[in-house]
């Protein structure tokens, strides 16, 4: 098993930032990529950005440019950096893992004030 636990949401102004990490533990060594997820009441979870073991990312066009994902694999913990934030990024925001299984933590909100 894989355990995940964020932090970092909260309130922010548009035009701010936020930074959310994601500490893993349990089974870690069986974890190949990580991942951001956004989830609001108007969709359905979607990706927002994905790292791989050997580093690779990709992002959600709506965020390109805009957020960052970094892994420190000396901690187990993924970071979502988030800079000039929109009213459109708020959402809770949900940590993945793909290991044996998909793992998921609790979540954490980002409200963006306009």
């Known amino acids: 098993q894989v355990q995940l636990v964020e932090s970092g949401g909260g309130l922010v102004q548009a035009g701010g930032t936020l930074r959310l990490s994601c500490a893993a533990s349990?089974?870690?060594?069986?974890?190949?990529?990580m991942a951001w997820y956004r989830q609001t009441p108007e969709k359905q979870r979607e990706l927002v950005a994905r790292?791989?073991?050997?580093?690779?990312?990709n992002y959600a066009d709506s965020v390109k440019g805009r957020f960052t994902i970094s892994r420190d694999n000396a901690k187990n913990t993924i970071y979502l950096q988030m800079n000039s934030l929109r009213p459109e990024d708020a959402g809770v925001y949900y940590c993945n893992a793909v290991g044996w299984y998909n793992y998921w933590g609790q979540g954490t909100q980002v409200t963006v004030s306009s």
């Open positions: 790292i791989n073991s050997g580093g690779t990312t």
């Open positions: 349990g089974n870690i060594a069986t974890i190949s990529t």
